[in-house]
């Protein structure tokens, strides 16, 4: 007998497996719902040929429509009979497949979210698609679909109230159990909120997309009559009615997309909670499509302020954080997105420096009291010279097409960007505090972000050659966040001793941490 098997032999069995059973039934009708779901378009167009009188559109909607739901119904009873899921000593094991057998383990102690997404019709059901995130991730390491309530619960309670602590990020994961630790509730967004949001941002793009996608399927473009539109102009005799015109178009599909952008803020944040139980932060909005999505304080590495000039004038801004391993590609709705990107969308500014210490033990947000560090005297003149630069070209290339008045084409471009220059200077500044730095950048869109000296993975100087001449430095500072905030602590244009005295002094700190 080989060593290896004398080890075999003297290994301990494995711990007795605790089933919590397979799917739930009505996961075979959610996998047919969703497969229709994606035919529902060509459905339309194929049952609107037949109305026209056109059959071939209702024969080859036929022939699709019939075996797809056939085949999604055999491989959903399959997927539903060949799925487990269980706990075998301290791993979470998921197995699936019947031909391809495929087993994935993920330990106990890796675990740290079970997020819920509920569309109307799990809700009737009393089910959920519940998504196993851990914090070395950008993606769920499983997805459980579709599985009921009481089984969540079951595997919650299970999967935080066995999971041992291996290590110093896993302490007290804990899913202090709903039960048990009792909710404070941080932040309720009422629908007034939400609307004052959608005004001030542009997300009425994303609808108008999916509005065109629509459109064009449909074939809603040859019932448009364009000459009828045209034809306006056309009778418009003076210039003052023909501007007169366009003002109110422009002021028509601005309004169109604020409405669209309200859309989507309610759609997405209606009835907006977010609550403390423990040491945990979770989430919960939508108005169909209900995302519950938990954030372990302990995970978070960054968190961002950001307000545009539409929210600064309403006197509201957005909270954004990075977690460790919480960027994946989901879309917009999907829990990561929900639970960083959009962590708090809309919040009073008075609320700020009471939600933020609860988001870091400890953590105190006074902007107005830290000593900032401003960027190099030179930048202004560094950057106007850029402007410049720039703006020779620009009219060269108008005095080319058109003489002698082309010219005047590189002063506009150069007047707006000595602005630029002159406001990009004074915009960013750079602070340290007890905890962290603090870094703060924008023109239009203000934004305001701290990272902790014991979440910073790197801190670097980056010198160009144009950086040596004007003898500046950029100093970065990462950490293992993925940048859904939309924020990253770059500072250029710092004095180059200034840049490398505080490359020593974090690079310290964080070796300490």
Not at 268 to 282: E, I, P, S
């Amino acid at each position: 007998m080989s060593s290896e098997e004398r080890q075999l032999d003297q290994a301990p069995p494995p711990l007795p497996e605790r089933t919590f059973g397979r799917l739930h039934p009505s996961s075979i009708l959610f996998s047919i719902v969703a497969q229709v779901r994606t035919f529902l378009i060509p459905g339309i167009i194929a049952a609107y040929a037949t109305i026209q009188g056109n059959s071939w559109g209702l024969v080859l909607g036929i022939l699709v429509l019939v075996p797809t739901v056939v085949l999604t119904l055999v491989f959903a009873v399959i997927r539903f009979f060949s799925f487990r899921y269980g706990i075998r000593g301290s791993d979470l094991v998921v197995t699936q497949g019947v031909l391809f057998r495929r087993v994935r383990t993920v330990p106990l102690q890796r675990i740290q979210n079970i997020n819920l997404v509920q569309n109307p019709l799990h809700r009737m059901a009393r089910v959920a698609e519940a998504r196993i995130e851990t914090a070395s991730g950008t993606e769920p390491e499983a997805v459980l679909q579709v599985i009921s309530l009481a089984d969540v619960q079951a595997l919650r309670d299970s999967v935080f109230g066995s999971s041992p602590t291996a290590d110093s990020d896993a302490e007290a994961t804990t899913s202090q159990a709903e039960n048990c630790v009792p909710e404070i509730e941080l932040v309720r967004i009422p629908t007034k909120s939400l609307v004052r949001a959608g005004v001030a941002n542009n997300r009425g793009l994303v609808l108008v997309g999916v509005l065109v996608g629509l459109s064009y399927q449909l074939e809603l473009y040859d019932r448009i009559n364009l000459e009828m539109f045209t034809g306006v102009w056309e009778q418009s005799n003076s210039a003052l009615s023909i501007a007169l015109l366009s003002v109110t178009v422009a002021l028509g599909a601005l309004l169109l997309l604020r409405l669209l952008s309200v859309g989507w803020y309610i759609l997405r944040f209606y009835d907006y909670r977010l609550v403390r139980m423990g040491d945990d932060l979770q989430i919960r909005c939508g108005l169909f499509t209900k995302v519950s999505a938990s954030v372990p304080r302990r995970r978070i590495q960054l968190i961002s302020v950001q307000q545009n000039l539409w929210m600064k004038w309403m006197g509201v801004s957005s909270v954004r954080i990075e977690t460790a391993g919480g960027s994946g590609s989901e879309d917009e709705g999907g829990t990561t997105a929900v639970s960083s990107r959009w962590f708090v969308p809309v919040l009073p500014d008075a609320a700020i420096s009471t939600l933020i210490p609860q988001l870091r033990e400890g953590l105190v947000w006074q902007p107005e009291n830290l000593e900032w560090h401003a960027l190099s005297p030179d930048t202004a003149k560094r950057l106007t010279r850029l402007a410049a630069f720039v703006s020779i070209p620009v009219g060269l290339i108008g005095l080319a097409n058109v003489q002698p008045w082309g010219v005047l084409l590189g002063v506009v471009v150069l007047v707006p960007l000595l602005w630029l220059a002159r406001r990009t200077s004074r915009a960013m500044r750079y602070a340290r505090t007890q905890e962290g730095v603090v870094f703060r950048s924008g023109l239009f869109t203000k934004k305001m972000s701290v990272t902790f000296f014991d979440r910073i993975q790197t801190v670097r100087v980056d010198e160009s050659p144009f950086d040596r001449r004007w003898r500046m430095a950029q100093l970065s500072v990462d950490t293992a966040a993925a940048g859904p905030a939309q924020h990253t602590i770059r500072i250029p244009f710092l004095p180059a001793a200034l840049a490398q005295r505080e490359f020593r002094y974090l690079r310290g700190r964080v070796s300490a941490n």
